[in-house]
């Protein structure tokens, strides 16, 4: 497979822009993967004391980059790192060819 242009992929290009008590900040809540459509089955993950709030250290070890973090946390609708991942919780890893298909077709539009 061909290596993406990652600013192109960046999350930014993909999430909502809202206005907080901070200014202008991406909104991971913003629900811009409804329309991901996996081709491949995706992975399952049982979270660890090692990888609990660490999205980071699940792309690494999926994907061989940080990059795809926010990605699994919209796949996986949670929104609060810290709240909504618990040790012994089951996610879902998405193929990484489909991650990067759905992206550049969004980025497409």
Known sequence: MAVPNMAKLDRDNYLTTVNSDY???KSLTSNDVRFFR???EMRRHTLSS???ARPDLLSA???GTLNYWWFILKVNRIDDIWN???IGMDIQIPD???ILNFLNKKSKK
Request: charged share 45%.
């Open 96 to 98: 990484e060819g489909d």
């Open 23 to 25: 200014g202008l900040e």
């Open 84 to 86: 909504e991942m618990y």
């Open 38 to 40: 996996p081709k491949q």
């Open 61 to 63: 070890k999926y994907y």
């Open 50 to 52: 090692k990888d609990s």
